[in-house]
C-alpha cells in the first residue's frame, strides 16, 4: 500500500468528492422542462409519425413497388397492390403498424418516389393499440395535417436526395477526351 492509498482511505476522499458533487448540484438551476407548456421545438430531419405525400392531384404518390416493406428491419410496413386497367399497379391497402416500427427511415430512403415520410410530430399517444395501426387513409390524413403546403416543399427540398444537381460534373474534376494512350 503506498501512501496515496492510505490518505484516501483515512480521510475518505472518494466520498467527500460526492459529498461535493451533490452539494453543487443542488444549488445549481435545474434545466428540466414542464412539458405540456413548455415544448421543444423538432430538430431537422426528426424521425416522427408517418405520412404519405400526395401528389398535385391529391392521389398518393406511392405507385405499390413494395421496396419499404422489403427494407423495413422490423416488418412493419404491408403494401397490398393489384392491376389496373392499364396494367399499372393499384395500391389497395398501404398499413404500418406503428408500435412495432423503431423509426430506423429506412423506407424514406429505400422509397425511389419520395411516398413515405416521416413527419416531425412527436406527440402522438392512445389507450388502445388500434390507434397505433395505420391505414393508407390515416397516412394521407397525417400529410394533410402536418406536412401539406410550405412545410412539405421544404421537406423535399432539404431532405430529399439525389436530385439533379447532384449528378453534375464537379469543376475541377480531370476529364478524358476520348484519345488513346
Partial sequence: MTVKDIVKKV???EIIKGMALTLRM?????????????KRPPFPGFRGLHALPRKEDGTAKCVGCGLCSAVCPSQCIKVYTSEGP???????????????CVY???????????????????????YSRDAFY??????LANWDKFMAGKKGEEYFERFWRPKSEDFTTPENQPVFRGRRI
Avoid at 443542488?26 to 434545466?31: K, S, Y
Avoid at 392499364?86 to 412495432?100: C, F
Avoid at 430506423?104 to 416531425?120: N, S
Fill in 11 to 13: 480521510f475518505l476522499l
Fill in 26 to 38: 443542488m444549488f445549481t438551476r435545474p434545466v428540466t422542462r414542464q412539458y405540456p407548456e413548455e
Fill in 86 to 100: 392499364n396494367h399499372e399497379k393499384i395500391v389497395d391497402r398501404y398499413e404500418i403498424e406503428v408500435l412495432r
Fill in 134 to 139: 395505420m391505414t393508407k387513409e390515416k397516412l
Fill in 104 to 126: 430506423c427511415a429506412f423506407c424514406v430512403e429505400a422509397c425511389p418516389f419520395g411516398a413515405v415520410v416521416l413527419t416531425d410530430h412527436y406527440e402522438y399517444s392512445d
